[in-house]
């Protein structure tokens, strides 16, 4: 879980006559991690495509065309099928033929329907006018301008014109019509030229008879038809979806699988007579892969374990380690020449392996928060593991109510069950499932239910027979030394968490490097981070540190564990200070000293042991605001009175007075009387709030506890050891869906 698969590097040599069968059963195989040859070998250059890939990558490109126009997607697929070269050249062109005319015609139609919007959109001024549209074109001896302009400016600029007579103006509410003579010796454009200096803007006069009204019904009619014969195309388009997409889905599968197996061969280093494919497998599948190939091609071939990636001890790179019987030097080739004359690395490209992810089941789907910030890469480690164990136990921790855990748990059900085809929304739904489970256990310890303390008052109280819930979250003054409590913890849990990321950073140091990397880049980190928090957490800072530091898990504290503080651990008392040095200080010191040693650029940040734990201060934090959230909206519709123990409690059967005897402690203030316990309407408006505020706080329990969650991963866990940046194992082959070869 920690580490990735382990992989592989494996090569396959042959003849080219064998160079297709090798293509076949690999790619069936769908193992091999291909690496791309660089063209370092000397003699050795990439392949050619095999025949027939030019016109197979033609196909595809018409197919996924065809699917685009018709909107096919997996939804529409139907039973596998065979596909052969005879339905490809046959069956693809009637379709082809059929869906472009189609969609010709359909592309004709929309775009004549949108002439007629436009067309219908430019006679709205004219209805303004009410003049018929035939009156304002035809003349010989008028010139008419349409359009708008204040009155008064055209009116004037007509009036002042030399080349224009007599003219009349026709206004509606907004338009205007220009009916001017020009004089004998005006040009075509003299009632035009006069205009442009009257802010007028024209407007084109339609070349229609009547009314604007009647041309407007006339657009609307040969619209309506073509709407009809629009429906008709579209109709047609999707009856032949219906018949042709099962067929086009398989199409575009055999085409993408001809694709990679006729283009193969560029990845392949390659001579006259000879090829060498190389690339990476999981080792525990190498006699799985060598087998396959030896029982379809015999001994035609030779297939080689190059290498087994592990980690190296320099840093640099995994170990190129020669599994035995393996040979070193440079490849042989098939015709008898070397890879490399230099007999130098058996490798073609010093590529890294790519990371296979190795996590059980339950594990899986918290890959996705990991890849959110990159894939580990193949030689660290990969903190999906931690994730699943911190991450939903923050999220419920901070929410901590049964009711908002079943509903996130039905919510991440349902993305689990119904999102096979997208990984990552089934991968988010088994995350939501266990901060489900963990909001649901944790509000079950709280007793609280949609913010109500029923299950701390019919379970806790009425079954088990305590006084309270097991744990409480302080909201109320009764309860402030839990909310103290909390943030003890918190720090209590920050503290655990990057000692585990420091942990994971000085094995990798360990493994990558040596032991000095190890103690100097990351042992500081860890001397410094405990040794703090101990003389933080010890006797030598009590009366500094708040009480409720030491009180939280003391025999009388709300986490009654015995623990009252360490020991002070004095080991001087520092002169002119006369402050204690102590132990945990000492600690502290050598961390800082080792870090100055190895890493003086980080000694400034030293303080990050302290920044950076504090930091996790934020769940107590969230897990008061979202419980007072669930409060404020319970407050609303049920009111809530106090009691003088300091207690808060929701008036959920009936609200008391003011010195009533509720349990056997007196009311003592009221803080309010709740809509519950008022008119019908204000229970009617209660309602709402009561629903719309759950769900709001269920709402913002994803993007306040979910996003302080993740946070606290990336940025407190993951800077301390993790770099990502792997790649994707992307092995030659295609999982099948739409065809199959039987």
Do not use: C
Not at 292 to 302: D, F, P, T
Request: no cysteine.
């Amino acid at each position: 879980m920690l580490r990735p698969e382990q992989m592989s590097k494996v090569s396959v040599t042959g003849s080219k006559r064998v160079m297709d069968s090798v293509v076949e059963t690999v790619h069936d195989l769908n193992l091999l991690h291909v690496t791309e040859y660089d063209d370092s070998w000397e003699g050795f250059s990439p392949g050619n495509p095999v025949e027939g890939a030019e016109s197979a990558s033609d196909k595809l490109v018409t197919v996924r065309s065809l699917e685009s126009i018709l909107d096919v997607d997996e939804d529409d697929a139907g039973p596998t099928r065979i596909v052969t070269d005879d339905a490809l050249e046959e069956e693809l062109e009637e379709i082809r033929t059929q869906v472009n005319e189609l969609d010709d015609e359909r592309q004709e139609l929309r775009q004549n329907l949108r002439d007629i919007e436009e067309r219908i959109d430019t006679i709205a001024p004219f209805k303004d006018l009410g003049i018929d549209l035939d009156l304002l074109s035809g003349y010989d001896t008028l010139q008419v301008a349409v359009g708008y302009g204040k009155r008064d400016a055209v009116e004037r600029a007509v009036v002042d014109a030399d080349q224009l007579g007599d003219y009349e103006i026709f206004s509606g509410d907004r338009t205007m019509a220009v009916f001017a003579r020009p004089t004998s010796d005006a040009d075509d454009s003299a009632l035009a030229d006069t205009l442009v200096g009257a802010d007028f803007t024209s407007l084109e006069i339609p070349d229609a008879d009547g009314s604007p009204q009647e041309y407007v019904r006339e657009l609307e009619h040969e619209q309506q038809q073509i709407r009809s014969d629009l429906d008709s195309v579209e109709s047609e388009l999707e009856s032949l979806k219906l018949d042709a997409a099962g067929f086009l889905l398989a199409a575009e599968e055999k085409l993408s699988i001809d694709v990679q197996k006729t283009e193969a061969p560029l990845s392949f280093a390659t001579t006259e007579n000879a090829f060498i494919a190389e690339g990476w497998i999981p080792s525990s599948r190498f006699t799985e892969f060598k087998s396959a190939l030896k029982e379809n091609i015999g001994e035609r071939i030779q297939v080689e374990e190059l290498e087994r990636a592990t980690f190296s001890k320099d840093g640099t790179d995994h170990v190129r380690e020669q599994p035995a019987g393996g040979s070193g030097g440079a490849p042989a080739a098939a015709d008898g020449g070397e890879a490399r004359a230099d007999g130098g690395a058996v490798v073609m490209r010093d590529d890294e392996p790519p990371t296979v992810q190795n996590n059980p089941g339950p594990i899986k789907p918290f890959e996705v928060l990991v890849q959110a910030v990159s894939r580990p890469s193949y030689y660290e480690f990969d903190p999906t593991v931690i994730l699943f164990l911190t991450f939903p136990a923050f999220f419920g921790f901070m929410i901590g109510d049964l009711g908002y855990g079943l509903i996130y748990t039905a919510i991440g059900y349902f993305l689990y069950a119904n999102f096979d085809e997208r990984p990552a929304f089934k991968s988010m739904g088994g995350i939501t499932i266990a901060a489900g489970l963990f909001t649901a256990l944790f509000g079950i310890l709280y007793g609280e239910i949609f913010g109500l303390h029923l299950i701390a008052t019919h379970f806790w109280e009425g079954v088990v027979g305590l006084s309270h819930a097991p744990i409480q979250k302080g909201l109320s003054p009764a309860t402030t030394d839990w909310a103290l409590g909390w943030l003890v913890v918190s720090v209590l849990v920050g503290v655990f968490h990057l000692n585990i990321a420091w942990i994971f950073d000085f094995f990798e140091n360990l493994e990558l490097h040596d032991a000095k990397h190890a103690v100097f880049e990351s042992a500081s980190w860890i001397l410094m981070l405990n040794g703090l928090w101990v003389w933080v957490l010890s006797d030598a800072l009590r009366g500094t540190t708040p009480d409720f530091v030491y009180e939280t898990f003391s025999a009388s504290g709300v986490l009654p564990l015995g623990f009252n503080g360490f020991p002070a651990m004095e080991l001087f008392t520092i002169p002119g200070l006369n402050a204690p040095f102590t132990l945990p200080l000492l600690v502290f010191v050598i961390g800082l000293v080792l870090l100055g040693l190895g890493e003086p650029v980080e000694v400034v940040e030293f303080l990050n042991v302290l920044v950076n734990v504090l930091s996790y201060t934020r769940i107590a934090a969230v897990l008061l605001a979202k419980a007072g959230m669930a409060f404020t909206v319970n407050l609303l519709f049920f009111g809530v009175y106090v009691t003088d123990d300091g207690g808060w409690h929701f008036g959920l059967g009936h609200m008391p007075h003011l010195e009533e005897t509720v349990h056997g402690h007196e009311v003592v203030n009221i803080m309010f009387g709740g809509l519950f316990h008022g008119s019908a309407a204000a229970i009617l408006g209660g309602l709402v709030i009561l629903v719309v505020g759950h769900i709001l706080v269920l709402a913002l329990g994803v993007t306040s506890a979910g996003l302080q969650a993740v946070r606290l991963e990336y940025v407190e866990f993951f800077n301390k050891f993790y770099e990502g940046g792997g790649r994707d194992y992307e092995p030659f082959g295609y999982d099948r869906q739409f065809t199959t070869e039987d």
